[in-house]
């Protein structure tokens, strides 16, 4: 049997943590196309945009505890 069809196997995105097949790999996270177009649109000063850069933060480095906000 072609076992290639196993790369095609859902990822589970780090925003809405469901299993999507569509979406972008940022570090080694993965967002699904939803979370990606909602952020896109979500306006910076949004509430939602400070949850969104928590969950991209919590997996960008973490080895790293230290926060590195200045
Ligand atoms: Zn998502």
Do not use: W
């Amino acid at each position: 049997m072609d076992r290639s069809a196993l790369r095609h196997e859902p990822e589970m995105c780090i925003v809405c943590e469901k299993l999507k097949h569509n979406g972008i790999h940022l570090y080694t996270s993965f967002i699904c196309s939803d979370c990606e177009k909602e952020m896109v649109r979500t306006d910076t000063g949004d509430p939602r945009y400070s949850y969104f850069v928590r969950q991209l933060k919590a997996v960008q480095s973490p080895k790293c505890i230290h926060d590195q906000a200045y």
